[in-house]
């Protein structure tokens, strides 16, 4: 399958700009193209117009494998698949074998690299998700721009406040460092993740105490010059953490009313990020008594290496840890490997959590594994402190 080219959209006679449909014999009065359009029963009709293409498929997190789509006598070509549960959903166009998003659908998942490009199907239900906008306070989302010294470069994070921050001025707060995945950015866990909203949605429920959130750029030097300029995916964390342990602590610290005790600090992260927090949070039990990792990517071969300071004595190791928590889905690609991490830990004695679920390598996998973390956080702590 090639890489999504905009250009090349035009091969097919597809019309990005308007996404629009020639109407009988009067091109100058067009049409919009709906898609996709959900129906009341959950049913979704997908459709583009692509009148020079010869074949057209829709792949998505909704299917399994493809959806061919049939073309009509004008070039508009479509399918409808369903029911399909709520949720919110990734999905492209295979058209001729170039893989493209949804030239009738403004919703886009994006990230660092064009990898990301993505259109957004959003089914909703008759009640309410955990993730989404309710009539409850909300918290913030602020963006502060900083000169890491570590690295020598102006960097990104997204900082969450939850709801009262600025009225409480007394208060210091638990904070949580979450970190995304590989091919996207700071951004990822507002917009895909929508973990203000989780948050938001748990506080007004009563099941979680009020932290902050810092979500930084997990990489250590530009994602797209990644592979080639810091020798690959272990240098790239070694760069990535000494940026959050040397810069973006101390910055946050200064910043914001966070406790700089251990016991309110967390790091949380997925995929790459999962990779990077299980990485950095237990080489450093003296800053991180909270850590997790969802869908990690993890090296069995290297854990001795990379974990050597946590199984040295497992039961200081214990002691410090509030919370090592692991989740992965059964269907992921790095189930294997989480698998492992867990057998691993339980081979040193150290005491874990292993979640283990349905789903592949998602963010509608990880929602909802925030969703049941986010209240074991900070348990054993008041919810804000002096310290």
């Known amino acids: ?19 629009q449909q020639p109407r009988g014999n009067t091109p100058s009065q067009p049409a919009i193209v709906a898609s996709p359009e959900v129906a009341a029963d959950r049913h979704v009709t997908f459709r583009i117009l692509a009148p020079k293409a010869s074949e057209v498929s829709l792949i998505g997190e909704f299917v399994q494998g493809s959806k061919s789509l049939t073309k009509d006598n004008n070039g508009l070509w479509s399918v409808t698949v369903g029911p399909i549960a709520p949720e919110m959903y990734h999905y492209n166009f295979v058209v001729d074998g170039v893989r493209i998003i949804d030239p ?31 009539t409850v306070e909300h918290g913030e989302i602020r963006t ?4 890491s010294k570590s690295l020598n470069a102006l960097r ?13 001025r007394q208060n210091r707060y638990p904070v949580l460092y979450l970190l995304h995945g590989a091919n996207l950015d700071e951004t990822a866990w507002t917009r895909f993740g929508r973990v203000n909203l989780i948050l938001d949605n748990l506080l007004a429920a009563g099941k979680v105490q009020s932290f902050i959130v810092v979500m930084p750029f997990g990489y250590g030097v530009a994602s797209d010059t990644m592979p080639q300029a810091s020798g690959g995916p272990s240098q790239n964390t070694i760069l990535f953490g000494r940026d959050l342990l040397e810069d973006l602590i101390p910055l946050i610290e200064s910043r914001y009313r966070v406790s700089t005790s251990r016991d309110q600090r967390a790091i949380v992260g997925l995929s790459m990020g999962g990779g990077q927090a299980l990485g950095i949070g237990l080489s450093h039990v003296e800053l991180f008594s909270y850590v997790g990792g969802f869908s990690a990517a993890l090296r ?9 300071s946590i199984i040295g ?6 002691k410090k840890l509030h919370l090592l928590w692991i989740g992965c889905g059964t269907e992921d690609s790095l189930f ?14 150290i ?21 049941e973390l986010a209240p074991l956080l900070f348990s054993n702590n008041e919810a804000t402190s002096s310290r």
Not at 4 to 18: E, K, T, Y
Request: proline fraction near 8%.
């Open 156 to 168: 990104r994070v997204n900082v969450y406040t939850p709801p009262g921050y600025d009225q409480a």
């Open 336 to 349: 294997p490997a989480a698998k492992s991490f867990s057998e691993f830990l339980d081979q040193h004695n």
């Open 104 to 134: 009738g659908n403004p919703r886009l998942k994006t990230g660092s690299t064009p990898n990301t490009l993505m259109s957004i199907l959003d089914v909703h239900g008759d009640h309410p998700r955990f993730f989404d906008a309710q």
């Open 1 to 19: 399958m090639r890489t999504f080219v905009l250009p090349c959209l035009v091969n097919f006679g597809i019309s990005i700009l308007a996404g």
């Open 313 to 318: 004595d497992p039961s200081a190791t214990n």
């Open 300 to 308: 069995p071969a290297e854990f001795e290496k990379t974990f050597a």
């Open 144 to 147: 502060i721009w900083y000169q």
């Open 351 to 371: 005491k874990h959590t292993f979640h283990t679920s349905g789903g592949a390598h998602t963010f509608m996998v990880w929602r909802n594994y925030l969703n």
